[in-house]
């Protein structure tokens, strides 16, 4: 017989809805979705929320941050950076965070080569000219590069990395990639890549900050090459770029292309001069980190959190694709979906010996079943963990108990349990 998750027992034994949170204009029909399914319930203070979805607006970076959400279990970021986020906070919180990098790989991957194509075809140039009311054909400073003989570089070959290689087998004479793992048919360097390819786009996804392209090697380049970066600002020196695309000899100029920039908003060139002189230059084209804003990948985006949250919080899933980033860097729960009627606990707790047997003494006069122990992410020399078990044919009342007791003997982060009943 087919089962559903009815809620989440509150310390009384009454099933209630689990409640969530959509921020910073998740797509509507996500939050739709999410209403209109069985043991949720919208809240409009995250003062109340178990689970939120989020964009880039929302930061959570400081336990002050996060403490504003004390109820918080689960955080699904719409989008790929989670740079808003800091994962050592979440874990020794014990909050699941997880992220929907997938929809978006095609939509960037397809910004990234419209962005090379437009600064090989000059279109920026052009623009400015012909709206000034001037023709210029035949002049240096409109003349387009050779894409069909150059080579196209791609530093980083993951999802959106290998999609733009994909994309670019049909346009350009030659695709070539770098990586840091070991990838069957790389480039052994970033510098001999960058030596033998006309177009570089970078799309690196690390949480760590640093110079791929530095000083040294931006200086090196040849002259005339196009840099795209659709991934992160810091990866390129802005002060080396900007001498070299306004290089005194013309023709020793690069060029830069890029929907990403160190800060971002209304007040971006104020907050840091370095941004206006880079877009100043005639060498530079840009969009406004729009790359996954069309109204389809947004939809995309947040029906994939969607699925996140709701494996989450149906099932007790952590971050179904193993995404190193995360919270709990490892897949937690994957595909074990419960049987049976009864409950499911989820308790996340650090890695200390015996903790995950206290938890279950909790339950010993129970027939526990299909329990999991699993490590997390590693914080200040700790590491957060999660242990989730099941006792099936069991009340609300006595399930809420093991709730009650686990939350009062045992010392945790995080313990919810989730009640199952037969579909009638």
């Known amino acids: 017989m087919a089962i559903e998750y009815k809620g989440d027992l509150s310390p009384e034994g009454e099933v209630v809805p689990f409640r969530f949170q959509a921020r910073d204009g998740v797509d509507p029909e996500a939050i739709q979705k999410l209403s209109e399914t069985l043991g949720l319930q919208e809240v409009d203070n995250g003062n109340d929320a178990q689970g939120i979805l989020f964009r880039s607006k929302t930061k959570l970076l400081t ?11 689960a955080a699904i970021r719409i989008g790929v950076g989670v740079d808003n986020v800091n994962m050592d906070v979440a874990a020794q919180l014990g909050i699941h965070i997880d992220a929907t990098p997938g929809p978006s790989s095609i939509p960037v991957a397809v910004r990234a080569l419209t962005l090379a ?12 000219l012909l709206q000034d009311g001037k023709w210029e054909k035949g002049q240096d400073s409109v003349a387009p590069l050779s894409v069909h003989k150059s080579t196209l570089g791609i530093i980083g070959y993951g999802r959106i990395g290998s999609e733009v290689a994909k994309m670019g087998n049909g346009i350009f004479a030659k695709t070539q990639f770098s ?45 005339g090459t196009v840099i795209i970066n659709i991934s992160r600002p810091w990866w390129v020196n802005q002060e080396a770029l900007i001498e070299r695309m306004n290089d005194p000899d013309p023709k020793n100029r690069i060029y830069y292309a890029t929907d990403v920039y160190g800060t971002e908003g209304k007040n971006m060139f104020e907050k840091d001069p370095t941004i206006k002189e880079l877009v100043s230059s005639d060498n530079f084209i840009g969009t406004m980190h729009t790359g996954a804003q069309d109204a389809g990948t947004k939809k995309d985006l947040g029906m994939n959190g969607v699925e996140k949250l709701l494996a989450y919080v149906q099932h007790g899933i952590m971050n179904p694709d193993s995404d190193p980033r995360m919270s709990f860097n490892k897949a937690f729960n994957v595909g074990k979906e419960k049987k049976l009627a009864g409950a499911r606990f989820v308790v996340t707790h650090d890695s200390t010996a015996q903790k995950a047997t206290q938890i279950l003494g909790q339950a010993e006069s129970h027939n526990i079943n299909s329990i999991q122990n699993e490590e997390g992410r590693q914080y200040n020399g700790e590491k957060v963990a999660v242990t989730s078990f099941d006792i099936d044919n069991i009340g ?19 313990a919810r349990a989730m009640f199952y009943s037969d579909v009638s």
Do not use: C, W, Y
């Open 179 to 223: 990586d840091a793992r070991d990838i069957e048919g790389k480039v052994e360097s970033n510098e001999m890549l960058t030596q033998t390819s006309q177009f570089i786009v970078i799309a690196v996804d690390s949480p760590r900050k640093f110079e791929i392209l530095d000083r040294e090697a931006i200086m090196a380049l040849n002259p």
């Open 396 to 414: 609300p009342d006595e399930a809420a108990l093991v709730l009650k007791n686990i939350r009062e003997n045992v010392e945790h982060f995080k």
């Open 63 to 73: 336990p002050d941050a996060l403490g504003q959400f004390p109820d918080l279990m």
């Open 117 to 128: 194509l437009s600064a090989a075809a000059k279109v920026s140039q052009s623009t400015a």
